[in-house]
């Protein structure tokens, strides 16, 4: 064994068997009461050894301070949404919250064990499985077919986008109740409390960090802050921070949106159009509004959040698509009622094919429109789309269309395409093509 590496497995001891988080200094001080740490730089040493053993987390801080986060686990709860192949082939596909849970020494420096758990199925059913990568090729983990998880899906009666209510027992004989949670059971208020409460977590966290973070450290960041130590568990970590304006994130990290934007402006990467309006006066992160309307201050923001989307555009047009969404999200900050901002951002998430978060972004985008510029579609005396105004509104309407079709919602997707065709008989969209594709289910992958 090299030296390094002694070190480094002398540190990850100390802080797994202390009982309270420990600062880097305290760390180096409790380790050389057994070993001298006689390196060139003893505190890089143990900081580099922290920062490579994924079982050890900060706790932020000045100074810092540091836990073994497994420890954090018992009693936490995860959401786990199911899809139709888990429930036909018996299968349980892992999101990364779940899997850091079932597995919480997998990117550990200790020897880890095999993946084994085991499962406490609602209804009396005891299940022993292990953990495998089930895609290659792909960073797919969970339980491979199982005929009893088959046999208790069906049991349960569950459905594809059905949830999964995962809560840790014991870490050291990793045991988990597991629970299923129907759709229509959802407490959606109740459910949107615990995701603000998880995103004002990571807040803090990737605040105090580096411009972003990567899942593998976020998640130890989260449980370790008692962000699932509730009955009722959040969102999947990356559901919740999409849905969240202060946030920008990829399958893997998280960025906050302001922070994004302030690094766009700082370097000009991508200039804005020779059309553009000149830059705002005073400071766009004083007129966020939970700060409070007021009549000037409204125009200011208006100003500001037209300027963001604007330049939202020129790095979608780039193919800058984070930044762009960035973009978009500190416009919508300071100005809620800016539609077309709901509306891009819901043609992000149906590009990247969340449908039913898409549909809620354009229903946001209707209402804003709506409400500062249509009024009552009926009573609108201007031409639909010919009144550039109105584009905004329709964008948003057509989105609509758009994911009810691809939600298998058919019927009510036919209704709004007929409408806009009464409200635009020129149909300058091509709501008549999607009207004539809607009852092709292979047409519906195409777009």
């Not at 779940?98 to 499962?119: N, Q, Y």
């Not at 899906?153 to 999964?164: C, I, K, S, T, V």
């Not at 109740?190 to 807040?203: G, H, K, M, P, Y």
Request: aromatic share 8%.
């Amino acid at each position: 064994m090299s030296t390094q590496s002694s070190y480094s497995r002398l540190i990850s001891q100390t802080v797994v068997e202390a009982n309270r988080p420990l600062t880097l200094a305290e760390i180096r001080q409790e380790v050389e009461r057994v070993r001298s740490i006689d390196t060139a730089n003893p505190s890089a040493t143990v900081r580099n050894a922290i920062r490579s053993d994924g079982s050890i987390a900060s706790l932020g801080g000045r100074p810092a301070s540091y836990v073994w986060w497994p420890r954090h686990l018992v009693d936490n709860s995860f959401r786990l949404p199911l899809s139709s192949s888990d429930i036909e082939r018996g299968t349980l596909a892992l999101n990364k919250e779940a899997w850091a849970a079932l597995w919480p020494d997998f990117l550990s420096r200790s020897d880890h064990r095999e993946g084994d758990v085991t499962l406490d199925l609602a209804g009396g059913v005891m299940l022993s499985a292990r953990i495998q990568h089930l895609v290659p090729r792909q960073a797919v983990w969970g339980l491979p077919a199982t005929p009893a998880l088959a046999d208790w899906y069906r049991q349960q009666g569950a459905m594809p986008e059905d949830e999964l209510v995962i809560r840790v027992l014991d870490v050291d004989s990793r045991r988990y109740a597991v629970a299923l949670c129907r759709q229509s059971e959802r407490d959606e208020e109740a459910i949107l409390t615990r995701n603000r409460a998880l995103a004002d977590i990571a807040e803090g966290i990737v605040r105090a960090g580096r411009p972003d973070i990567a899942y593998f450290d976020l998640i130890p960041r989260l449980i370790a802050r008692d962000g699932y130590r509730d009955p009722l568990p959040p969102d999947p970590w990356v559901t919740v921070l999409r849905a969240d304006l202060r946030f920008v994130v990829s399958e893997h990290s998280a960025w906050l949106s302001q922070r994004l934007v302030d690094s766009c402006e700082r370097e000009i990467e991508i200039p804005p159009g020779p059309w553009k309006d000149d830059l705002p006066q005073g400071d766009r992160r004083k007129l966020y509004a939970e700060l409070g309307p007021g009549e000037e201050m409204d125009g200011e923001r208006r100003a500001w959040g037209d300027h963001l989307f604007d330049r939202g555009m020129d790095h979608k047009w780039a193919d800058w698509a984070l930044e762009a969404e960035a973009y978009y999200k500190e416009a919508l900050r300071i100005d809620a009622g800016h539609a077309d901002a709901w509306v891009h951002l819901g043609n992000l998430r149906f590009e990247e094919e969340y449908f039913a978060e898409a549909l809620a972004l354009y229903e946001r985008g209707q209402a804003a429109a709506e409400a500062r510029t249509i009024g009552d579609p009926a009573a609108y005396e201007r031409p639909f789309w010919g009144d550039v105004v109105s584009r905004p509104f329709m964008r948003a309407v057509y989105g609509r269309a758009l994911c009810l079709w691809q939600l298998g919602r058919i019927e009510e997707a036919r209704k709004i395409l007929e409408w806009m065709m009464v409200l635009n008989p020129g149909d300058n969209q091509g709501a008549r093509f999607l009207l004539a594709e809607l009852d092709d289910p292979a047409a519906r992958w195409l777009h």
